[in-house]
């Protein structure tokens, strides 16, 4: 299934699902049944006989994902087939050809630079970089437990600051000791510390808990859904971290820029890589 839908414009739709089928006189009923049948699967049993100019961008690829499956293929490979649709109509077919795929129970490799794809449609990801596998596991493994800072970047966002290794639980950053799981490191190695946005909590708290960095928010942007805080702190020798933060929270702390605040980085949630390489 091509990223381009790769149809036919002189043949129906139809006509473009029944392409890869035998056209045996003695089977054309047979072929009409199961192209009727894919076309109702996909959503599109009243336009079998449009032709591609006349559909959408997304019934096009419907049509295209139907002809993919016509000859029952035990492997189906797509080709960032949803890159060339608008964002809202991406999402709605991201959980159609889910669900159509869970269904038919057909083995499928997507190709896609669309990390929130990915993570929304795989069972199992690979991620590569340069031709090379940098990670493979699941959807929750591969956001939560990067292997390394390429796949902490590139799914997801991800904070990257530089530290150094005091103890077997415990880092430097700046002028603040933070906990975390530093074992097998020795101390004093560079390290990069890594933290994804939603992970760092703002409160109403004391500096006195544990990893408790008291901070001041540079930068406010509103994302609809949510807020992205740019956070900085003499005590972190200006290094920035980005917060996500919920929009009742916001509202409920009166959180503006310039606003000092308390945050705490979770220990459990904080990765560290070798060196001392910041990332953006």
Known sequence: MFQSYALFP??????????????ARARRVEVARRVRELLE??????HGRKYPAQLSGGQQQRVA??????????????????????????VHLRHEVRELQRRLGVTTIMVTHDQEEALTMADRIVVMRGGAIEQIGTPLEIYREPASPFVADFIGVMNFVAATV???????????ELACDAD????GTEVTLAIRPEDIVV????????????????????LGSFFRADLVADATTGA???????????RRLDIAEKRALVCVLPRERIRIYPGSTVHR
């Open 240 to 250: 920035l971290l980005r917060a996500d933060l919920p929009v009742d929270l916001v």
């Open 41 to 46: 699967m996909v959503g599109l049993g009243e």
């Open 184 to 187: 097998g490191w020795a101390p």
């Open 65 to 90: 994902l139907a002809r993919a499956l016509a000859t029952a293929p035990g492997l189906l490979l797509l080709d960032e087939p949803l890159s060339a649709l608008d964002a809202k109509v991406r």
């Open 166 to 176: 005091v103890g077997a639980d415990l880092v430097r950053l700046g002028t603040i």
């Open 203 to 222: 409160q109403e708290a004391s500096p006195a808990l544990p990893n408790a960095v008291r901070m001041r928010v540079e930068a406010l942007a509103f």
């Open 10 to 23: 002189n043949l129906t739709a139809a006509q473009n699902v029944a392409y890869g089928l035998p056209h």
